[in-house]
């Protein structure tokens, strides 16, 4: 049982790059979350999705894009990354009810 | 809307000193509430929770009560020890969005647990 897995851990983008980042969990949890870790900012929702086939945005979904074709995966996509997308991501999941999130241990993303 | 304020740090302690971080929260109806820690380059972890009023979280020598009358949930140890030293998040979920689990955030505070 490996939780939720992020990959990679560590990147850097040009400006005007576009990747993804991974995100898998094997508990087969259905509410999956994505959120980026700023100094001083604690932890902002970029998208969330409460089961397969099924997104919607967080508080700063602008430059990402989210798909969940799969209860298993929820990867995130930086369109044309830009500096200000330098951040800490984090992926969560958790099963339905009054539970806790699981979190991956995050991908450090750096745009220059 | 809604949202957590957190005291801001960072918190340093000599071991086995009492901890205190004060949490306070904004938001409509009864959300439930969370502590997470983050340690060192790591993703956040659990620590304790509390789903309605007057509920007492506690895990690993931690506890936090749900004050809906002060709108609180500080966190509290009686003696901390130096493994204790990391990030403390609290959250919150609102009532009504279960279907949606999001969790809203404070800034986070850093502990530093001195020998």
């Known amino acids: 049982n490996a939780g939720v897995t992020q990959t990679p851990k560590f990147q850097v983008l040009k400006t005007g790059q576009s990747m993804t980042l991974q995100c898998a969990q094997d508990?087969?949890?259905?509410?999956m979350s994505w959120y980026r870790q700023d100094p001083g900012m604690g932890l902002r929702l970029i998208h969330y999705?409460?089961?397969?086939?099924?997104?919607d945005q967080g508080e700063v979904p602008n430059g990402y894009n989210v798909s969940r074709s799969t209860t298993e995966d929820f990867p995130l996509r930086l369109l044309s990354a830009a500096p200000s997308q330098t951040s800490v991501y984090f992926c969560a999941s958790r099963v339905s009810g009054d539970h806790g999130y699981t979190f991956g241990s995050g991908t450090r993303l750096t745009v220059v | 809307g809604n949202s957590v304020t957190q005291m801001e740090g960072p918190v340093t302690l000599s071991e086995e000193a009492f901890l205190t971080i004060n949490c306070t929260y904004t938001a409509t109806g009864y959300p439930s509430l969370f502590w997470y820690v983050q340690y060192p380059g790591e993703g956040l972890q659990l620590l304790l929770k509390?789903?309605?009023?007057?509920d007492k979280g506690s895990n690993k020598g931690f506890e936090a009560t749900y004050r809906k009358e002060t709108t609180s949930f500080h966190l509290e140890k009686g003696s901390v020890q130096v493994s204790d030293s990391a990030v403390y998040f609290c959250?919150?979920?609102?009532?009504?969005?279960?279907?949606?689990?999001?969790?809203?955030f404070g800034q986070g505070t850093t502990l530093q647990v001195k020998p």
């Open positions: 508990m087969n949890h259905e509410y």
């Open positions: 509390a789903t309605k009023a007057d």
């Open positions: 999705s409460v089961g397969a086939g099924i997104t």
């Open positions: 959250a919150l979920r609102r009532s009504g969005s279960s279907n949606t689990g999001k969790l809203i």
